[in-house]
């Protein structure tokens, strides 16, 4: 099946700092990625939809210019957390459709941001 | 608005026992509906989904457009099956194929 990854799996970073997570389809081309934020024991909140080429499609509440998302190409998207705050520290997960089978999302294995 | 309820936040049952984990949507489109499950240390992954009709290690969802439902079944659980099941719609908005999930439910099987 596709493979999405997430790089990197776990960072911690200082208060003010900005943080940059990838999200790559290893082999698939998607013009389209999904980033999702999982508080513990909750849902998956989408937050953005990123599309190559082009800015992104950001859901109600989630503030663009904290959370700035690149689709720079058709296998990468990235998302910086920019002056991150402790209350930014989550789970944060990237998914992609795959042409060949748009109905499925695949997932990345998620990245745990904790900011102290 | 759209919307994904899953009621139940702990499912707990005893190994052999039937086992129905509920989802409720509320979308004004044609709904397209998904179930995932996250195993633990692992990633999402897709169950099955309603288009399909298929039985994916033993379970069914059947998509009731009158009781705008999508509930997860099977007859009987194994302790493989504890995990963290979350459903989950398709849904057209923006430009884009987007999907929201339900709160997800922990479905724990007992032996």
């Known amino acids: 099946g596709a493979v999405v990854s997430q790089h990197p799996s776990w960072v911690i970073c200082k208060s003010g700092t900005s943080v940059k997570i990838e999200c790559r389809s290893l082999d698939f081309q998607a013009t389209t990625m999904f980033w999702y934020r999982q508080f513990p024991k909750k849902s998956l909140m989408l937050m953005a939809t990123?599309?190559?080429?082009?800015?992104?499609?950001?859901e109600q509440g989630v503030e663009k210019d904290k959370f700035l998302i690149n689709h720079a190409s058709l296998t990468l998207s990235t998302l910086t957390v920019t002056s991150a705050h402790p209350e930014d520290s989550s789970f944060y997960i990237c998914?992609?459709?795959?042409?060949?089978?748009?109905?499925?999302?695949?997932f990345g294995q998620g990245t745990r941001l904790t900011v102290v | 608005a759209q919307r994904v309820t899953q009621p139940e936040k702990l499912l707990s049952v005893f190994k052999g026992a039937p086992v129905e984990l509920k989802c409720n949507y509320s979308?004004?489109?044609?709904?397209?509906l998904f179930w995932y499950v996250q195993y633990s240390r692992q990633r999402l992954q897709l169950l099955l989904r309603?288009?399909s009709r298929e039985s994916i290690k033993g379970f069914t969802a059947d998509l009731n457009k009158g009781e705008t439902s999508f509930h997860l079944k099977k007859p009987f659980a194994q302790e493989e099956d504890s995990a963290m099941y979350y459903c989950?719609?398709?849904?057209?908005?923006?430009?884009?194929?987007?999907?929201?999930f339900g709160a997800g439910t922990r479905l724990a099987v007992h032996p």
């Open positions: 979308y004004s489109g044609s709904p397209e």
């Open positions: 309603h288009i």
């Open positions: 998914s992609a459709r795959s042409p060949r089978r748009y109905t499925e999302a695949f």
């Open positions: 990123s599309n190559e080429g082009s800015k992104a499609t950001y």
């Open positions: 989950a719609l398709s849904m057209f908005s923006g430009g884009y194929n987007k999907l929201i």
